[in-house]
């Protein structure tokens, strides 16, 4: 019996990737183990997002060299593995498989090679013109499913490693998205999520020529599913129609991740980001302006080479114009192969962090006011979990918020009784910057 373990680093993207390599694999007679100790094959999905994130890899790769010895093989995946490619070799010898996502359609080939002996197996293709859609999914939630619509990047932000590690856009068909979503709805899935680097510049390949709002609406749909969420959005691509194809369903979740990098414009031109302060500010207003409250979430990068403190306060000052309901924040990380790497004034790590921590002590200001306003309402919470120290159900609104409950008549998970996977409507009691507490109402 041939066994793997799979460790996946970085965003949702990899995490379903990881889902598609796991049924790829399993298709092929592999079996997955919970410990690399006791896997034949060991493969690492990889994000190169950050510095960071990449040398986590490469410190997970050494911890387990010493199993070479016992006949285990080593395979690097994901965006690590397509940024570094063939030089993986030399810095981890003991690695056989090196594969970027774009080449996982040829994952059964690649496996075949392995187990012939090939101890430099490679995938690192980017011209590859489909989505790597596959019938094998693995899915680790029973209840919310990742589908892939659109793959790779075709923008040019002068700090981000994707359009490298991931290849040029590539959208799935709107017929095979919608097949995925009713198979899905079949099986008993009630929440799918819209996945790619930048979901709205979605562009349905077949005749019918969806764009994203259109395939939104399709989604909303669907007989079974009683959420959609989408992630993530870029601001130049965002169009009007999507906030109302929101309006018009309350299937489709009230929040949107509009990733927004800085609130200068000066900034915003340097990071390449086609948008300037006011463009953006315009997609909020449209958000605003909704008869649904719909949540703002963001991404924001500090210290970008350039970045002064002028700079710096105008992304706090659209901190509070916004009033985001949740924010990621990270600090300016140089990657290889960036157009940002040669520009001036690179910023000190120490301001970095300091900006960085003034960033964040302003959105938890601001996320403490934003949900102590919600104590008193009631919302419908999606279960997802049951907390044993706290004897709590971890809920989930449309709005993407935690939301803790009791329950007067689930006291706990036992057998049928379970609320995980079931609605319930809360009332809220409780505030604080990242969730929120209540007692159910109700239970659907
Ligand atoms: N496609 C999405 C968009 O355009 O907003 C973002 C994709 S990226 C996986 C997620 C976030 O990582 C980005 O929004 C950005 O804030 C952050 N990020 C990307 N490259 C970075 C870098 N070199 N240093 C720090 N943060 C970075
Ligand atoms: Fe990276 Fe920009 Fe593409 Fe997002 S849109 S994946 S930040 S290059």
């Not at 989604?219 to 989408?230: C, E, M, P, T």
Request: glycine share 6%.
């Amino acid at each position: 019996m041939k066994t793997f373990y799979i460790e996946t680093f970085g965003c949702q993207m990899n995490a379903h990737d990881s889902e598609k390599v796991v049924g790829t694999l399993v298709s092929e007679g592999y079996t997955q183990v919970p410990a690399p100790e006791q896997a034949d094959l060991i493969l690492y999905n990889t994000c190169s997002i950050r510095d960071k994130a990449e040398q986590k890899v490469f410190h997970r790769l050494q911890q387990f060299k010493k199993q070479q010895g016992q006949g285990k093989l080593f395979g690097v995946l994901g965006c690590v593995a397509q940024q570094e490619g063939e030089r993986i070799f030399e810095r981890a010898p003991h690695v056989s498989l090196v594969a970027g996502s774009a080449s996982y359609s040829k994952l059964p080939q690649m496996l075949v090679q392995l187990e012939a002996g090939n101890r430099h197996v490679t995938g690192l293709s980017l011209d590859t013109d489909e989505a790597f859609d596959t019938p094998f999914t693995r899915r680790d939630n029973p209840h919310r499913a990742y589908i892939t619509i659109i793959e790779g990047c075709d923008k040019a932000c002068a700090y981000c490693v994707v359009p490298f590690t991931r290849g040029p856009e590539r959208s799935r068909a709107g017929a095979s998205v919608l097949k995925e979503a009713r198979e899905l709805a079949s099986m008993g899935y009630k929440e799918i999520q819209l996945l790619g680097q930048n979901v709205n510049s979605y562009r349905d390949p077949s005749p019918a020529g969806w764009d994203f709002a259109r395939l939104l609406r399709a989604a909303g749909q669907v007989q079974g599913i009683r959420r959609v969420r989408f992630t993530t959005s870029h601001p130049r691509d965002f169009v009007k129609d999507i906030v109302d194809a929101i309006e018009e369903n309350p299937v489709l979740c009230n929040h949107v991740h509009l990733p927004v990098q800085s609130g200068s414009s000066n900034v915003l031109e340097r990071m390449q980001r086609l948008y300037t302060r006011d463009d953006y500010m315009r997609r909020i207003e449209w958000m605003k302006a909704a008869r649904r409250n719909i949540a703002i979430t963001t991404d924001i990068i500090v210290g970008f080479p350039g970045e002064t403190e002028t700079d710096f306060e105008q992304t706090l000052s659209l901190l509070e114009e916004v009033q985001y309901d949740s924010l990621f924040s990270f600090k300016y990380s140089r990657r290889p192969n960036t157009s940002a790497l040669a520009l001036d004034d690179h910023i000190p790590e120490e301001e970095k962090t300091r900006r960085l921590a003034i960033l964040q002590e302003k959105q938890r200001a601001i996320q403490i006011r934003r949900n102590s306003e919600l104590v008193g309402t009631v919302d419908e919470a999606f279960v997802e979990g049951y907390n044993q120290a706290t004897g709590q159900w971890i809920g989930r609104t449309t709005q993407n918020r935690i939301l803790n409950f009791i329950h007067p008549e689930h006291a706990g998970p036992s057998g049928d009784e379970t609320l995980i996977g079931k609605y319930s409507d809360v009332r809220i009691t409780r505030a604080g910057p990242n969730s929120l507490a209540g007692e159910a109402v109700t239970c659907v």
